[in-house]
């Protein structure tokens, strides 16, 4: 089953979600000097959710940084439920995605571009819900509809896309890519990731103990 966007920018699959990642900025040329491998084929079409099985080490960068993404969304959830001024907020929303999440983003994009298939609905449906962020983002920055629903739709969505992707999408990677370009792109990985620093203020999430 398909639900709509309240944006009007994209359609979302209802068990479906959104990704991200904290990687350091890169582009396609990062990833050009890796050989170009026989890629495994799947032997059956899988059209359900995969059990859940351990995290190709490859995958754990991605991984990690679902971590923080999902710290993001309860952040929003904790100011949108202590009043923190929507201003605030918008702000907390910009700094999330210039430090982490567009680069994110553009890594995960770069990295299935080479595991999986153009046409493939796995990777039809990553850029589909990427975009979608983007365009939610888009308009929290610019000051459209700006107000608490959007932001929750915001929150929502980056929750249910980073459990797709963690529960749907890597298993499937894991299952049909080619184990030593994954393994390359992996090394890759796990030399840019960096641990991010919270720098933001105020730390609106914070709850502040009343004094007697």
């Known amino acids: 089953m398909r639900r709509k966007s309240p944006l009007?920018?994209?359609?979302?699959?209802?068990?479906?979600?959104?990704?991200?990642?904290?990687?350091p900025h890169s582009s396609p040329d990062t990833y050009r000097h890796l050989p170009k491998l026989q890629r495994a084929k799947p032997t059956i079409v899988m059209e359900t959710?995969?059990?859940?099985?351990?995290?190709?080490?490859?995958?754990?960068?991605f991984s990690k940084d679902h971590h923080y993404g999902l710290l993001f969304t309860w952040?929003?959830?904790?100011?949108?439920?202590?009043?923190?001024?929507?201003?605030?907020?918008?702000?907390?929303?910009?700094?999330?995605?210039?430090?982490?999440l567009k680069n994110h983003c553009k890594e995960e994009?770069?990295?299935?571009?080479?595991?999986?298939?153009?046409?493939?609905?796995?990777?039809?449906?990553?850029?589909?819900?990427?975009?979608?962020?983007?365009?939610?983002?888009d308009k929290v920055l610019a000051g459209q509809r700006l107000t608490p629903e959007l932001l929750n739709v915001l929150q929502q969505d980056l929750v249910d896309h980073i459990r797709w992707e963690e529960r749907e999408l890597f298993p499937y990677i894991q299952q049909v890519a080619d184990p030593d370009e994954l393994q390359l792109i992996g090394k890759l990985l796990e030399q840019k990731w960096q641990k991010p620093v919270e720098a933001f203020e105020p730390e609106f999430w914070v709850v502040q103990k009343e004094t007697a």
């Open 75 to 100: 952040k929003l959830r904790q100011g949108l439920a202590n009043g923190t001024p929507i201003e605030v907020l918008s702000r907390y929303v910009r700094y999330f995605w210039e430090t982490i």
């Open 49 to 61: 959710t995969l059990k859940p099985q351990k995290r190709d080490k490859s995958l754990v960068p």
């Open 8 to 23: 009007g920018v994209g359609a979302l699959d209802k068990e479906g979600g959104r990704g991200m990642t904290i990687v």
């Open 109 to 137: 994009e770069i990295v299935l571009r080479r595991l999986v298939k153009d046409n493939h609905p796995m990777r039809i449906r990553m850029e589909e819900e990427h975009h979608l962020l983007h365009a939610i983002i």
